[in-house]
C-alpha cells in the first residue's frame, strides 16, 4: 500500500492546476517539516521577487500600452471573443477599455477616485474579468497570512506554492512561483457564493521581456476545474507621453472612491422584494447574483446581472434591488461609492 505522501506525490503528473488543489489537501497528510525561513517570511519573499520581476505597474515603472484578446463560452454556449486595452501612465492615470462586439466596458482611474461606465446593462460577466487578471499580483493593502510552503518539485515546471492559513469561511489561497525564474505562475482564490464555494484558478504562461520586467503572454481561467476564460497579450509596448484626454472620466460613467486603508464595506439596510415572482419547484433553488454601485446617500447605481442562469428571475431581481438602500461604504470615515455584488433568492410560492 502507498504511503500518504506517496499518494500526494503521484497526483503531481495530473495538469498544473489540479496538481495544486492537491498540494493544499496534501499539506495535512505530509510529515512536518522544519524551514530555515520562517513560512511568513518565505511566503512574502516569493511573491515580492515575483513582483519585482513582472509587476509592470510598480512605482516608478515605465508608461505603456497593453492590448490583449480573449475569449469565453457565452451562455448559449457560443464561443465569445474581444479585446481589451489598458494605457497605463501611474497608479493615479490609467485607462482600461474592454470590448465585446458592441458592448464596452470602460475603467479610468484617478489619485482617489476612479469612473466605471457600461454602454449596456448585459455587458457579460467574464469579460469585466480582464483588468484584474492582468493585475496578477494582490494589493499591497491585503493581508495574507501563511500556514505553509508546498514544494511542487516534480511539477512541469516545478514550483514552488505558498498557501495561506484558512480564513473565515475555511478556505485556502494558493500562490505558485517557478523555482527557477521565480516568476508567478499560477494562483487559486476560493470565492464564497451563496450555496457554494468556488475554486477561481488563474494560469500564467509564455512569459517575455519587457524593458526590465517579464510577463506573461498566455493567461487563462478556470472555475472549479472548468476553462472560463482564454487571454493572449497581443501587444505590450512603452507609452511616454500618453494623450491625458484618455484620463478623463467618460461622460455618464460611475464614480467610485480607491480606499488604501481603513474600507468599510457597505451594508443593506431596506431590502424589499416585491418585485420579485415567486418560483413554483421547490426542488431549484434560483438565486440572481447582481453587481451594483453604492454611492455616497446609499443608493444603488449601475445595476446589473453577474452569471445569468435565470432569465425568467433576471429582470425582477434587477427591479428588485434598485430600489434597496444602503448604509454607504467609508474610507477613514468618509462615505465612498463602492462597487459590491449581492444576491436575491426568489422566493417560493406558498
Known amino acids: 500500500m502507498q504511503s500518504r505522501s506517496a499518494r500526494c506525490r503521484s497526483k503531481?503528473?495530473?495538469?498544473?492546476?489540479?496538481?495544486?488543489?492537491?498540494?493544499?489537501?496534501?499539506?495535512?497528510?505530509?510529515?512536518?517539516?522544519?524551514?530555515?525561513?520562517?513560512?511568513?517570511?518565505r511566503a512574502e519573499a516569493l511573491i515580492d521577487h515575483a513582483r519585482r520581476l513582472s509587476d509592470i505597474r510598480s512605482p516608478g515603472a515605465p508608461a505603456f500600452r497593453l492590448k490583449a484578446t480573449f475569449s469565453f463560452t457565452g451562455t448559449d454556449l457560443d464561443t465569445v471573443q474581444g479585446t481589451y486595452t489598458e494605457v497605463w501612465a501611474s497608479d493615479s492615470q490609467w485607462r482600461?477599455?474592454?470590448?465585446?462586439?458592441?458592448?464596452?466596458?470602460?475603467?479610468?482611474?484617478?489619485?482617489?477616485?476612479?469612473?466605471?461606465?457600461?454602454?449596456?446593462?448585459?455587458?457579460?460577466?467574464?469579460?469585466?474579468?480582464?483588468?484584474?487578471?492582468?493585475?496578477?499580483?494582490?494589493s499591497n493593502s491585503a493581508s495574507l497570512v501563511f500556514?505553509?510552503?508546498?514544494?511542487?518539485?516534480?511539477a512541469d515546471p516545478p514550483a514552488e506554492c505558498a498557501i495561506t492559513k484558512p480564513d473565515a469561511h475555511h478556505l485556502k489561497s494558493v500562490f505558485c512561483f517557478d523555482k527557477q525564474s521565480g516568476v508567478l505562475l499560477e494562483k487559486i482564490l476560493?470565492?464564497?457564493?451563496?450555496?457554494?464555494?468556488?475554486n477561481q484558478s488563474r494560469d500564467y504562461g509564455s512569459f517575455r521581456k519587457f524593458g526590465d520586467f517579464w510577463f506573461p503572454r498566455q493567461i487563462e481561467t478556470r472555475e472549479d476545474r472548468h476553462k472560463q476564460l482564454e487571454v493572449s497579450v497581443v501587444e505590450l509596448s512603452a507609452e511616454p507621453s500618453p494623450d491625458p484626454a484618455?484620463?478623463?472620466p467618460p461622460p455618464g460613467s460611475v464614480e467610485l472612491g480607491r480606499c488604501s486603508d481603513k474600507l468599510q464595506l457597505p451594508v443593506a439596510i431596506f431590502t424589499p422584494d416585491t418585485s420579485l415572482p415567486f418560483r413554483l419547484d421547490d426542488d431549484s433553488p434560483v438565486v440572481v447574483t447582481l453587481s451594483l454601485v453604492v454611492d455616497t446617500k446609499g443608493?444603488?447605481?449601475?445595476?446589473?446581472?453577474?452569471?445569468?442562469q435565470h432569465k425568467d428571475y433576471e429582470k425582477s431581481a434587477l427591479s428588485s434591488v434598485r430600489v434597496w438602500r444602503f448604509k454607504p461604504a467609508t474610507c477613514n470615515g468618509e462615505p465612498m461609492p463602492t462597487m459590491i455584488n449581492v444576491q436575491v433568492d426568489v422566493p417560493l410560492s406558498r
Open 12 to 41: 503531481r503528473r495530473t495538469p498544473m492546476n489540479f496538481r495544486i488543489l492537491l498540494a493544499v489537501a496534501c499539506v495535512a497528510l505530509l510529515p512536518a517539516r522544519s524551514f530555515t525561513q520562517n513560512v511568513q517570511q
Open 96 to 138: 482600461r477599455e474592454t470590448l465585446v462586439k458592441t458592448s464596452k466596458h470602460i475603467e479610468v482611474g484617478g489619485p482617489s477616485k476612479s469612473w466605471l461606465l457600461d454602454n449596456t446593462d448585459d455587458f457579460p460577466q467574464p469579460a469585466t474579468q480582464l483588468s484584474s487578471l492582468l493585475d496578477i499580483f494582490p
Open 147 to 154: 500556514e505553509t510552503i508546498a514544494d511542487q518539485g516534480q
Open 190 to 198: 476560493p470565492e464564497v457564493r451563496l450555496r457554494n464555494t468556488v
Open 246 to 248: 484618455l484620463f478623463t
Open 299 to 308: 443608493k444603488p447605481q449601475n445595476v446589473r446581472v453577474l452569471r445569468p
